[in-house]
């Protein structure tokens, strides 16, 4: 464990008032915890990797890591979360949750998923009216689960697959579902079947499945059950890369992205002798980023009703910014007269009239002026208070539920909540919130000297406890408070002018955009993969490590997997030991992701959103698997693993790379963020590490500027190899060429990422 550096980048903050006096300095944010260590404390305030601090109101109890979906029982008193990743995909049973002595039953009850019992789950849960039965969505195993609540003994499962003429529901992924009051219709969503399905809780058979948009997220009842709203998360419906349109067509992989976001190739497709390549359509298409409302007058006959979009149109100027990514519209709540939805990449709520299913307002959430120009809330889960009044969100990236006054669609406040707040419930009286919190309190140290290793192993994604929380609602008064522990938690702000910054005065370097010209006029920016600070740095003195974890560095001895070679009293890594050595070191600096999938995110700065954090878990527990002979339509969307950025991740403002270019910044790119999955590997794809066979497009600005010539992510390819071919192309195109080097160069060399051992293609060593 080690102290935080301020990962949070120091932000230029402007006042709002335009005659402030130069004098007064400028707004800079930093992370509150400053060089304080990163530490697990569950009575007082936990430290989580980027500096914030989580300090949750009321209690937490500890649940199986990544509580994606909550339900609470019509009596209160039971509440079951969905652990949907990483491992044990299981569900956890709380009752007597309001006591001070609740009792847990997790299942299965293993560390590890036993697929006997629960092959899959994603999100969705409900209660029987008489508290005896638990459904769970399946995900992909295409099935909602039936489980006792009493003893937590299975029930049997209801299919969700079908097929017709028309419709292949073979394959499925069943997500968020709702129950009818009297127990005996559950709706739900199919996210790759892009369908919503409707079924018979007595017979436990599927009665009917009515088209929707592309990848549905999120579904309610309207209270008079006369209406189903679902929400779609989804841009594009992706295809196969083809060598004809004839039905019997070959798959055809390239060796590059076959278009740029956006472009016409993107829209209409491309398409000539020896290939076939769909298009993508309109990035507004009213599938995508939209709200369905499915109308249940004639129960035999259910129908879409309406079709809504939600949040900021992409591509429309949003403070001066056209809008790169879609609203990500993924849960949804109602009452008599409204639905609200919670548009995650927009950081705001859509407001839809029931009576006319069109949008009355919007409701955006901002914690604190001053940072009014940013993104990251991330609304996620949603509930409304039993009289109607209040309107309680999950704010997932600033570790809060933002509350709202339903009457004049007002932001009350906020209250502090555990790591990545999910879902929210609303106890029958009003009086309480349960909140699922995905990530709890952290994983913790997977490792090291005071390390113990439990039954869960030392997996960073078995260690990440989720955590169901009960709070008292705040009164109006306690609110204010419990906000501005919600603003501390997450920011630290000063001013420029500050006695702590008088010191930087002569410093060259620009303490924010603007204030003076730097002297730096070219980064390359080199990402290396899934090693940590101790196991390479760990022995050197002038860092804060722990040397016992130092296995790639100084006099280390290891041996092959099947023990038949060794090596002993070695230096594994010595460039890095002497870069570090030479110039400065971070010794205590963390990353926001889990794993790598979301680390590739945070790394060409957009942050993961809802529909990213929830797939990169399922994924790495082994339940969100692609099926090449699926016929479901959103099969395509099951790449949870990718090192890219899909349309579906774009933040509202886009990437590192759309940054750059809108501001002029010259760059240009080897390897970065153009591993989409799913691909094919194969060493001898030596120019670009992979081949696509999906019709996944490119981030724009990145299309024209990335190297054919320089492999992504595979590594069977060594990565001296990699660097031949940077040198190669940067001589031709910088050192001889007419070409002026860019401001900025980005440049993976991934294969500390490690392969397994594989003596027969010259890597005898893990």
């Known amino acids: 464990m080690k102290k935080i550096i301020q990962l949070l980048a120091l932000l230029l903050m402007f006042g709002c008032n335009s005659e402030k006096k130069a004098d007064d300095g400028v707004w800079l944010i930093s992370a509150p915890a400053g060089n304080e260590i990163t530490k697990i404390n569950p009575e007082g305030k936990t430290v989580i990797p980027n500096g914030r601090f989580i300090t949750p109101l009321g209690k937490s109890i500890v649940t199986a890591p990544h509580p994606y979906g909550l339900t609470l029982s019509p009596d209160s008193n039971i509440a079951v979360t969905s652990n949907s990743g990483t491992n044990p995909i299981s569900i956890t049973i709380v009752r007597n949750i309001l006591s001070n002595h609740p009792e847990l039953q997790q299942i299965p009850p293993s560390p590890s998923t036993d697929k006997g019992i629960l092959a899959s789950v994603f999100m969705g849960l409900a209660i029987s009216p008489d508290n005896q039965t638990v459904y769970v969505a399946g995900g992909q195993e295409n099935k909602i689960y039936l489980f006792d609540l009493t003893n937590g003994k299975s029930k049997g499962f209801i299919d969700c697959s079908s097929k017709s003429e028309n419709h292949d529901y073979s394959d499925g992924y069943i997500g968020d579902l709702k129950l009818s009051k009297d127990g005996k219709t559950v709706y739900a969503v199919d996210q790759i079947g892009f369908r919503m399905i409707i079924a018979d809780t007595e017979s436990k058979s599927l009665t009917k499945s009515v088209p929707v948009g592309r990848y549905p997220f999120g579904i309610c009842l309207s209270p008079d059950e006369k209406k189903v709203y679902v929400a779609n998360v989804g841009m594009f419906q992706y295809s196969y890369i083809k060598d004809s349109d004839k039905e019997d067509a070959k798959i055809t992989p390239i060796s590059y992205p076959a278009s740029a976001y956006g472009s016409k190739e993107m829209v209409e497709g491309i398409k000539n002798d020896t290939i076939n390549i769909k298009g993508l359509g309109d990035v507004n298409a009213i599938d995508a980023f939209s709200v369905f409302a499915i109308s249940l007058e004639d129960k035999a006959n259910p129908k879409v009703v309406a079709k809504i979009k939600t949040g900021h149109l992409v591509g429309a100027m949003i403070e001066g910014i056209p809008a790169v990514g879609g609203s990500s519209p993924n849960s949804i709540v109602a009452t008599n007269d409204y639905v609200f939805v919670s548009n995650a990449t927009n950081d705001n709520i859509s407001v839809i009239s029931i009576k006319k299913d069109t949008i009355v307002n919007t409701i955006s959430l901002k914690p604190d002026a001053r940072v009014k120009q940013f993104r990251g809330v991330i609304p996620f ?19 809060a539920v933002g ?38 309190f952290g994983s913790g140290p997977n490792g090291g000297k005071s390390f113990k290793i439990g039954p869960e192993g030392s997996y960073i994604g078995s260690l990440m406890k989720g955590t169901v929380q009960v709070a008292d609602i705040p009164s109006d008064d306690q609110l204010k408070r419990t906000t501005e522990q919600v603003i501390s938690n997450n920011f630290k702000f000063t001013k420029s002018t500050d006695t702590i910054y008088k010191k930087r005065k002569d410093n060259p370097i620009p ?21 940590t600070y101790d196991e390479i740095f760990g022995q050197i003195k002038k860092g804060n490590g722990d040397e016992s974890l130092a296995r790639y560095g100084e006099h280390a001895s290891f041996t092959n997997r099947n023990k038949t070679d060794s090596v002993t009293d070695a230096t594994v890594m010595p460039n890095h030991l002497a870069l570090a050595r030479q110039f400065g070191l971070a010794d205590n600096f963390y990353v926001d992701s889990d794993v790598s999938a979301d680390g590739h995110r945070w790394l060409v700065n957009t942050y993961p959103n809802e529909w990213c954090e929830t797939a990169t878990a399922a994924s790495y527990g082994g339940n969100r698997n692609f099926k090449p002979k699926s016929k479901a339509p959103g099969i395509f969307a099951m790449n949870g693993a990718a090192g890219a950025v899909y349309p579906e991740d774009y933040n509202e403002a886009g990437s590192m790379w759309d940054h750059l270019e809108r501001n002029h910044v010259s760059f240009y790119n080897f390897g970065f963020s153009i591993m989409f999955e799913p691909a094919l590997y194969e060493a001898d794809f030596k120019y670009t590490g992979i081949k696509q066979f999906v019709n996944y497009p490119m981030p724009q600005p990145l299309f024209t500027r990335t190297s054919k ?21 940067f001589n031709e195109k910088w050192v001889k060429g007419k070409d002026s080097m860019p401001e900025m160069i980005t440049v993976i060399i991934p294969n500390d990422h490690g392969a397994g051992d594989r003596a027969e293609a010259g890597y005898p060593f893990k």
């Open 381 to 399: 889960g949603l509930a409304i208070s039993p009289d109607q009044k209040r309107l309680y969100v999950a704010e997932s990236g600033i570790n």
């Open 511 to 531: 303490l924010y955009p603007g204030e003076k010209v730097s002297p730096i006029k070219h980064i390359v920016f080199i990402s290396k993969e899934n090693r």
């Open 403 to 440: 509350v709202i006054n339903v009457e004049d669609q007002k932001v009350l406040g906020h209250i502090p909540t555990g790591w990545f707040p999910s879902k929210i419930e609303v106890t029958n009286d009003g009086k309480q919130l349960i909140i699922a919190n995905a990530k709890g």
């Open 709 to 729: 010539m320089y492999p992504t992510y595979n590594t069977s390819i060594p990565d001296q190899f990699r660097i031949d071919q940077f040198k190669k192309e």
